[in-house]
């Protein structure tokens, strides 16, 4: 039982398939958390833009 164990540790040392994995799961995390950055940077972008349109809007309105 004991070199059963042995030889499946020594397996599992040198399969990298694991790492690659790991690898696709951190380049995974990475690319969620840049989207939601710039989701985030985007949308204060947006709200001050729309905050802007509302005043010129309801400037004309209090014109006309």
């Known amino acids: ?3 059963y164990l042995l030889k499946t540790i020594k397996r599992f040392s040198k ?3 694991g790492v690659t994995l790991v690898e696709y799961g951190i380049a995974l995390i990475l690319a969620v958390g840049l989207g939601a950055a ?3 940077d985007l ?10 349109a509302e005043l010129a809007m309801g400037n004309k309105v ?3």
């Open 38 to 40: 710039a989701l985030t």
């Open 15 to 17: 399969d990298e398939k």
């Open 1 to 3: 039982m004991k070199t």
């Open 62 to 64: 209090a014109d006309g």
């Open 43 to 52: 949308s204060a972008e947006v709200d001050g833009k729309m905050g802007e």
